[in-house]
């Protein structure tokens, strides 16, 4: 009989998860942005990061991935660092693959190595700079997280930072572009489930009714 309670209550077990999946929604985090980290290689001077994009400024560019010089890299070994000398920024972009009228979520760690106050950094998103992200002659901080809510209006998305720090620079590190999704089950889905529990909740009926037979 013990053995009989424990299937019972297996069972019951496996038709509440059953039960609870016909109305759950599962809930999925993706991260949009390749080598967001800068760690899946480490380029000459002057050169992109895998999955990237360098423009370099029109005069005075000076960009480089590896550990910044004054704060290092926020995750080891590699940060992007934006130094241009000049009047022009060096900028890094990336095309995401996106969807119209969808929220996104763009963090990504940032710190200021200048004490000068000749600097200034930003981010865009589809071309359009992001207000909350721009920095002009800020004095130096060690790594800041940066949040922004964002929406898409294309299939793809260019997500760039542009930046220029005399006679340093800005150290950008864990870049990452998420979207909470949704996603219920498919009508199909609901009714193999339904089945499933009927048909679970059958089984275990004619297994009690043969053992009542059997006992008697």
Do not use: H
């Amino acid at each position: 009989m013990r053995c009989s309670q424990q299937t019972m209550k297996s069972a019951a077990m496996t038709i509440t998860v059953l039960l609870l999946a016909l109305g759950g929604v599962v809930r999925a985090r993706a991260d949009f942005v390749q080598n967001g980290n800068f760690d899946a290689n480490s380029p000459p001077g002057g050169t992109a990061p895998l999955d990237w994009t360098f423009t370099p400024a029109a005069s005075g560019s000076d960009f480089f991935v590896g550990p910044g010089p004054g704060f290092g890299a926020f995750s080891t070994p590699n940060s992007a660092n934006f130094g241009a000398t000049g009047a022009f920024d060096d900028t890094l972009s990336q095309i995401l693959a996106t969807t119209p009228g969808a929220s996104y979520t763009l963090t990504y760690q940032l710190a200021d190595d200048d004490d000068s106050g000749e600097n200034d950094f930003s981010a865009s998103w589809g071309g359009v700079v992001i207000p909350g992200s721009v920095l002009v002659n800020a004095a130096d901080f060690p790594y800041t997280e940066y949040s922004f809510d964002l929406t898409a209006t294309s299939g793809s998305t260019t997500l760039s930072f542009s930046g220029l720090n005399v006679p340093a620079w800005y150290d950008l590190d864990n870049v990452s572009v998420t979207q909470d999704s949704s996603v219920a089950p498919e009508p199909s889905s609901f009714l193999l489930l339904g089945l499933g529990a009927a048909g679970l909740i059958g089984y275990i009926g004619l297994r009690r009714r043969m053992k009542l037979a059997v006992a008697a």
